[in-house]
């Protein structure tokens, strides 16, 4: 007896290409501050140091391997002011980042009221 | 120099605001298997290994590790017929899984389009 995944609650898509889906994208931006170092580069771009002021609770070694990674897939570019004196480094979103726009706008609002929701159990 | 996150890329909101709702979405329901969880529960009540089937990859440690956690959390409730012979168990979603219904949409919208541009970039 297979059952279907299809559903009243979250949507009528089929399943097991949502979970394929779900599956790549959290693959891609999942994890506990891949989103957040893209929400902290958000307007302007930022250098090391401010990027990891932004960010509460991130380390230097855990930002420095996730700007590594974003900027691999594309998500965040390094750029390099030789001139500068000391060298400068600054980091600035690509526009692919801009197309996680819906995850982040979605996932900050759900976060929102689930604060809310737990807050009033408490 | 304090820079903001505000930003034409992602939205208007304030970013700390932002940061720290994300953060508590993600703490909530992030790392690799909560939401893809919720997806296979979607729709019907199944049995634990109706859903380790339909959950590519899950092992059945984990899923019962998450499974314990979604229920503590408010996410998913575990029903047992304690007339049927054997004993069944169903589990099955609650109200509150389907306020997901946007992240789980958005980060399924984002996945299929992200994999397209993987598959066109190799």
């Known amino acids: 007896m297979e059952k279907s995944c299809e559903s009243p609650n979250i949507t009528s898509e089929d399943c097991s290409a949502m979970l394929l889906a779900v599956g790549d994208a959290l693959y891609a ?31 230097a070694r855990v930002l420095s391997n996730e700007l590594k990674e974003l900027e691999m897939n594309g998500f965040v570019k390094r750029i390099v002011y030789a001139d500068a004196s000391p060298v400068m480094v600054e980091y600035e979103l690509t526009d692919y980042s801009s197309t996680l726009k819906d995850v982040v706008r979605s996932l900050s609002e759900w976060g929102t009221t689930h604060r809310e929701r737990i807050r009033q159990i408490k």
Chains 1, 2 share one sequence.
């Open 29 to 59: 931006v999942g994890g506990k501050w891949k989103l957040r170092v893209i929400i902290g580069l958000s307007g302007d771009n930022k250098r090391f140091n401010e990027l990891k002021r932004i960010i509460p609770g991130i380390s």
